[in-house]
């Protein structure tokens, strides 16, 4: 797992659900140091597993996204949310998707618990900004995007846009800069088989 990149859409992992983590090695713990790292080089506030091509349940959000500020640096290692209140409508944008932004409704309030690097149970209601980081990462680790959960009419003025990433993909994978998917799911395997 060494040399982590953010991996664009339309890449598969970004669609595989990821399983809960049984164990946190130093290996593991450095790819999550790594994660933050990639997270503020592209200006990012979160960043899941799945967008560094893992297919594991742990995401990190830092919510000023200033690498200075390590006492905002949040690790959620198997994170559960339950609780959803209210309604909270907001533009979102995702580093696996770079200069798409969308209107996405979401609860305004959740609760989530989690486990820390450390071990230690995180626990705690979230609402506002940090409420919806959450829940956009929460979903990358179940495969899902924030696209998908657009209106059908705000989706298809991206379409043009969703398009070129699509044929952009195509043209990696003809560089041999992505695997074909036979080839990364067996690689998502070898690591869910390690780590899960
Ligand atoms: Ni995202």
Do not use: W
């Not at 995007?145 to 398009?163: G, H, K, V």
């Amino acid at each position: 797992m060494t040399a982590l990149e953010i991996i664009p859409y339309p890449h598969p992992t970004l669609r595989h659900k990821s399983k809960s983590i049984k164990r946190v090695d130093k290996e593991l713990k450095n790819v999550i140091r790594e994660m933050f790292e990639l997270m503020y080089d592209a200006r990012g506030i979160g960043l899941a597993a799945n967008q560094v091509d893992l297919p594991l349940r742990v995401f990190v959000i830092n919510t000023t996204g200033d690498p200075d500020q390590k006492d905002e640096e949040r690790v959620f290692i198997n994170p559960v949310i339950d609780s959803p209140k209210g309604k909270s409508e907001a533009e979102e944008g995702c580093l696996s998707l770079p200069g798409i932004l969308g209107m996405v409704a979401r609860p305004a309030q959740i609760h989530v618990s989690a486990y820390d690097l450390s071990g230690n149970t995180v626990d705690f209601v979230a609402d506002g900004l940090l409420a919806r980081v959450i829940q956009h990462e929460y979903d990358h680790i179940l495969g899902v995007l924030f696209i998908d959960r657009l209106s059908e009419s705000a989706r298809r003025q991206l379409d043009q846009e969703l398009e070129a990433f699509v044929l952009d993909m195509d043209n990696l994978r003809a560089t041999g800069k992505f695997l074909d998917d036979e080839k990364i799911g067996q690689r998502l395997a070898v690591i869910e088989s390690k780590y899960c």
